[in-house]
């Protein structure tokens, strides 16, 4: 035999023995690791030790066409109206008579027709009855027409809260020609008597809508979470007492991570004057103030106020993964009164961010 071919025979066994090796190694290492422990869910609200938990891994996005979206929005309150329905020169009303109802809205609209649902908040009684009466026992009174329910339809909003400050500043009778007003609109409502229930995708969605404050508010949360089990996503839109802080306390974050450990998927708040941090306890999301997406009370409001969008992931009926996106808007700007929009990339949208993430006292960058 020459030379050269007992050179390529021996390459050609060097390279079968080094094959089998391999497989052996790795035939070793599968056996080796089936006792290995794998990551499981953290309990909520603990962080992992690096040294001592296995910490999950990341979920991996699904691509966009491996199942359906279900997408809603959840907005601030909305006073539309004025003081004693005062149309007077510099009021929300008398800005409603010169640019109309699209007006207010028109830079969200995009992003509300987007989704399946939008959701904010009605905190003002609609009515053009002018023999209704203010409530006694009350220091306000916000007031709008009855074509101001158009703002809603609009700017793309699909259904309203009424479960907050003012819907009833004009007694029953105000409170009847509000939901009157937003039906005409053809706007959905909910308050503590009535939950908004929708279908979408082959999922189940249940909202359901009370202010909250005392030991009592919270015990009738938690009785509805307790029967709304049959539901895929289940939100709360909840209306809080104003506070000076931009932190939630420590009662009210026990409160809504209660709410959270009963069942809620999300809890959407807002004390209709500011937003404050939002948190993922477990596998839900709390928004402990969206602060007020329109502000009829006062020209120039507090500057910021939250939109949350969700995007549940749903397949065969069934949903896979949940997304959330938090967007912050500007109430107004110079030029524009009651006229949020989104807030652009940039040190302003960077603290904000930071501090909706928690890493922040203040959202204000001085």
């Known amino acids: 035999m020459k030379v050269k071919e007992k050179r390529i025979i021996g390459r050609v066994l060097y390279i079968f023995a080094l094959t089998c090796f391999t497989g052996a190694l790795m035939t070793i290492g ?5 006792d290995a422990s794998y990551p499981v869910p953290m309990e909520p609200g603990k962080t992992a030790d690096s040294e001592t938990e296995d910490i999950p891994s990341p979920s991996v ?4 066409d491996a199942y359906t979206p279900v997408r809603l929005t959840f ?6 109206g004025s003081m004693l329905g005062s149309d007077s ?3 929300f009303n008398a800005l409603l008579s010169e640019n109309g109802s699209s007006y207010f809205l028109e830079s969200l609209e995009p992003l509300f027709a987007a989704d399946d649902l939008t959701m904010a908040g009605c ?10 009466t203010p409530a006694e026992g009350r220091g306000e009174w916000y007031r709008g027409s009855a074509e101001a329910a158009r703002i809603f339809a609009d700017g793309g909003v699909d259904v309203l809260s009424l479960h907050s400050y003012h819907p009833w500043d004009y007694g029953s009778a105000g409170y009847d020609d509000t ?10 409502w909910g308050d503590h008597g009535k939950a908004v229930y929708c279908e979408q995708a082959g999922i189940s969605v249940a909202i359901y809508c009370r202010y909250v404050d005392e030991a009592a508010d919270a015990d009738n949360i938690l009785a509805w979470l307790a029967g709304a089990g049959e539901h895929d996503y289940v939100a709360l839109y909840l209306t809080t007492p104003e506070t000076d802080s931009d ?9 809504f991570r209660s709410f959270a450990e009963a069942g809620a998927d999300l809890i959407a708040a807002t004390d209709t004057a500011r937003i404050q941090p939002c948190e993922r306890w477990g596998d839900s999301m709390i928004l402990y103030s969206t602060g007020a997406l329109l502000d009829g009370r006062t020209k120039y409001p507090a500057p910021y106020t939250l939109l949350c969008g969700v995007e549940m992931q749903v397949i065969d009926g069934e949903i896979r993964n949940v997304e959330y996106t938090l967007t912050p808007c500007r109430t107004y ?5 009651w006229h949020p929009q989104v807030l652009e990339d940039g040190e302003e949208y960077a603290a904000v961010m930071e501090f909706l993430e928690g890493n922040r006292e203040t959202p204000y960058m001085n």
């Open 61 to 64: 996005a699904m691509p966009d």
């Open 89 to 91: 020169y510099g009021t």
């Open 75 to 80: 907005g601030g309150s909305c006073t539309a």
């Open 333 to 337: 700007d110079d030029d524009h009164a």
């Open 123 to 132: 905190d003002v009684v609609f009515s053009d009855n002018e023999e209704l």
């Open 247 to 255: 932190l939630p306390d420590e009662s009210r974050q026990a409160m």
């Open 179 to 188: 939901k009157a007003a937003l039906e005409d609109a053809g706007l959905l």
């Open 30 to 34: 599968n056996i080796l690791g089936t």
